[in-house]
């Protein structure tokens, strides 16, 4: 067993040092949902089989130490050397391979069942999202807001809240389910969402805006226009870059594109039955569902809702909108 185990840790590490290294893509939630199981499996096998073996020959010890010293007193003899209870405490030890395993199975446990049903962290990893979340922001994911789903193959078996505008959503990239995105809701079911001229309207009615102070953008290092916008009942802030044109020509092959028209001036889309519009708050830096369509209701993962570390600037630990 010991072998086996150092053969399964040796596979972990290569599988996590070539994620690392980009050589493939890694899904975290099956692999905390394989570590569980196999765990769990030792810690069944310590529980029924090897420690009811340590204990018996911890008990075999003691009675054969009983049995000599019995023995040796019948011929006279009260002093008996050797360290009974050392040599139990040495039996009665875990080796290392069940003590990497089987010790650790509740603390994995308790880490699947929060991430996969409770809350999630994620780092934000470019600049999609400013001025809301900045790069590098550790942020929590609510992951029952939405309805409860079973973790790898995210089937929803409860139903809880339908997404909303202005909900700041994490989900799976359409194009690439592996690969987690984050933006925000900005058109639900049966909504028409236009962004044109650098205006966003939703079911024709222009939303409402207020200039606010440049915004300086460390990323870019520059100063860009904010802007202060209501969604729905959510007020957010986001920015727009003048320089940048509306039009969209490079839009990807999407399921419903035909619900979406393009032009020089930017892009009208109805959002179809159980799909979601979603745009990034740095409205002219940001690939969204205007370049590769609508996200579906079984791609979401849940609803982000706290900063809960920026090592660069802990002062950012708190709720946003």
Same mark, same amino acid.
């Given at each position: 067993?010991?072998?086996?185990?150092?053969?399964?840790?040796?596979?972990?590490?290569?599988?996590?040092?070539?994620?690392?290294?980009?050589?493939?893509?890694?899904?975290?939630?099956?692999?905390?949902?394989? *570590?569980?199981? $196999?765990?769990?499996?030792?810690? #069944?096998?310590?529980? !029924? @089989? =090897?420690? /009811?073996?340590? %204990?018996?020959?911890?008990?075999?010890?003691?009675?054969?130490?009983?049995?000599?010293?019995?023995?040796?007193?019948?011929?006279?003899?009260?002093?008996?050397?050797?360290?009974?209870?050392?040599?139990?405490?040495?039996?009665?030890?875990?080796?290392?391979?069940?003590?990497?395993?089987?010790? *650790?199975?509740? $603390?994995?446990?308790?880490?699947? #069942?929060?991430?996969? !049903? @409770? =809350?999630? /962290?994620?780092? %934000?990893?470019?600049?999609?999202?400013?001025?809301?979340?900045?790069?590098?922001?550790?942020?929590?994911?609510?992951?029952?807001?939405?309805?409860?789903?079973?973790?790898?193959?995210?089937?929803?078996?409860?139903?809880?809240?339908?997404?909303?505008?202005?909900?700041?959503?994490?989900?799976?990239?359409?194009?690439?389910?592996?690969?987690?995105?984050?933006?925000?809701?900005?058109?639900?079911?049966?909504?028409?969402?236009?962004?044109?001229?650098?205006?966003?309207?939703?079911?024709?009615?222009?939303?409402?805006?207020?200039?606010?102070?440049?915004?300086?953008?460390?990323?870019?290092?520059?100063?860009?226009?904010?802007?202060?916008?209501?969604?729905?009942?959510?007020?957010?802030?986001?920015?727009?870059?003048?320089?940048?044109?509306?039009?969209?020509?490079?839009?990807?092959?999407?399921?419903?594109?035909?619900?979406?028209?393009?032009?020089?001036?930017?892009?009208?889309?109805?959002?179809?039955?159980?799909?979601?519009?979603?745009?990034?708050?740095?409205?002219?830096?940001?690939?969204?569902?205007?370049?590769?369509?609508?996200?579906?209701?079984?791609?979401?993962?849940?609803?982000?809702?706290?900063?809960?570390?920026?090592?660069?600037?802990?002062?950012?630990?708190?709720?946003?909108?």
């Amino acid at each position: 067993m010991s072998s086996l185990t150092g053969l399964f840790y040796g596979a972990l590490v290569v599988y996590l040092g070539g994620w690392y290294l980009n050589k493939w893509t890694g899904n975290f939630s099956l692999l905390l949902f394989i *570590l569980t199981l $196999v765990t769990f499996g030792y810690w #069944l096998a310590e529980k !029924f @089989l =090897f420690a /009811p073996r340590r %204990i018996a020959a911890a008990q075999n010890l003691e009675a054969q130490d009983a049995a000599r010293r019995k023995d040796l007193a019948r011929q006279g003899i009260t002093k008996v050397d050797g360290d009974l209870e050392g040599a139990k405490r040495t039996l009665l030890m875990q080796p290392w391979w069940l003590d990497w395993t089987a010790g *650790l199975f509740p $603390v994995i446990l308790i880490v699947f #069942l929060l991430r996969s !049903f @409770l =809350f999630e /962290p994620f780092k %934000i990893p470019s600049g999609s999202m400013i001025p809301t979340l900045l790069v590098g922001d550790l942020i929590l994911v609510n992951k029952y807001h939405y309805g409860v789903r079973l973790p790898v193959i995210n089937k929803k078996i409860i139903a809880n809240h339908d997404p909303q505008r202005g909900d700041v959503m994490v989900f799976r990239y359409p194009q690439d389910p592996s690969v987690d995105y984050i933006k925000r809701v900005v058109g639900v079911p049966g909504d028409e969402v236009a962004y044109r001229n650098q205006q966003l309207t939703v079911n024709g009615e222009l939303l409402q805006t207020a200039p606010q102070p440049d915004f300086f953008n460390e990323d870019a290092n520059r100063f860009e226009k904010e802007y202060r916008e209501k969604l729905g009942t959510v007020e957010h802030r986001i920015l727009v870059d003048r320089q940048r044109p509306s039009g969209i020509s490079n839009a990807y092959s999407f399921p419903f594109k035909d619900n979406c028209r393009y032009s020089a001036e930017g892009v009208t889309c109805k959002v179809p039955p159980g799909h979601y519009f979603m745009m990034g708050d740095n409205r002219d830096n940001s690939t969204d569902s205007r370049w590769w369509g609508f996200v579906p209701d079984e791609n979401i993962v849940g609803k982000a809702f706290f900063v809960w570390m920026n090592f660069s600037d802990p002062k950012r630990i708190g709720s946003f909108k």
